[in-house]
C-alpha cells in the first residue's frame, strides 16, 4: 500500500472511479511541495451521491511517489451479503519536478584518474540528503560519501582504489526513507 485516503464517515461507499487514468504529479524542486493539481477519484455512496477524494502523489511517509503504474483500490462490504468486494481501478502517474529525481546524475571526470577524486554530481532538493556508495562489480562496499552540505556534488578519493570499471549507488533520502535512487558507471585508471 502507497497511501490510504480517508472516507468521509456516516456513509458506506459502493463504486470507485476515476475521471482520469494519468496524473501529472508536480512538485517544487527546491523544497518538495506540491505546485501543481491533485489526483482525483470518486466514489459512489449507497444514495448514489458522487463523493470526490484528492491524492498528492505522496506515499504514507509523506513522500512524492516514483512516476509508474499505480492501482487505486475501494474495499467495501457487498450490500445484502456482506461480502467483502474489491473494486479497482489503474492509472498511471507521470512526475514533474520531482525534488527526488537523481535524473541526470554523471561522474566527472569518468574515467578518473586513479589519486584523483572522482566526482559524481546530481540535482540538489533541500529537503533530501544524499549519499552514495561505491562498489566494485563484484558487489564489495569500497567507499561513501554524503552530500551534507547540498552542493549537488559527492566527492570520491580513488587513492586506495584498484583501477577498474564501479558502480556508484546514488540515494535521495528523507529521514530513513529512500526517496529515489540511481546508479552510474564509473571507471578507475592508473
Given at each position: ?121 546530481y ?41 577498474g ?14 526517496a ?11
Open positions: 500500500m502507497v497511501a490510504q485516503l480517508a472516507l468521509p464517515g456516516g456513509s458506506r461507499y459502493n463504486s470507485l472511479g476515476l475521471p482520469e487514468t494519468s496524473y501529472g504529479a508536480k512538485y517544487d524542486s527546491r523544497t518538495g511541495q506540491v505546485s501543481g493539481g491533485l489526483f482525483q477519484m470518486n466514489v459512489t455512496d449507497e444514495q448514489g451521491n458522487l463523493v470526490p477524494l484528492y491524492w498528492d502523489g505522496r506515499n504514507a511517509q509523506g513522500l512524492p511517489v516514483t512516476s509508474g503504474s499505480y492501482i487505486a483500490e475501494l474495499v467495501y462490504r457487498a450490500p445484502g451479503s456482506g461480502s467483502r468486494v474489491v473494486e479497482s481501478k489503474s492509472f498511471v502517474v507521470i512526475q514533474a519536478g520531482d525534488g527526488a529525481n537523481l535524473d541526470g546524475s554523471f561522474a566527472a571526470p569518468n574515467p578518473a584518474l586513479r589519486g584523483a577524486d572522482l566526482l559524481l554530481h540535482p540538489v532538493s533541500l529537503q533530501y540528503d544524499c549519499v552514495a556508495r561505491l562498489y566494485t562489480l563484484n558487489g564489495e562496499l569500497v567507499a561513501e560519501a554524503q552530500d551534507r552540505a547540498q552542493t549537488g556534488l559527492l566527492r570520491f578519493s580513488t587513492d586506495r582504489l584498484a583501477s570499471v564501479y558502480c556508484a549507488k546514488l540515494e535521495k533520502l528523507s529521514g530513513g526513507a529512500v529515489a535512487r540511481t546508479t552510474v558507471k564509473v571507471a578507475i585508471v592508473r
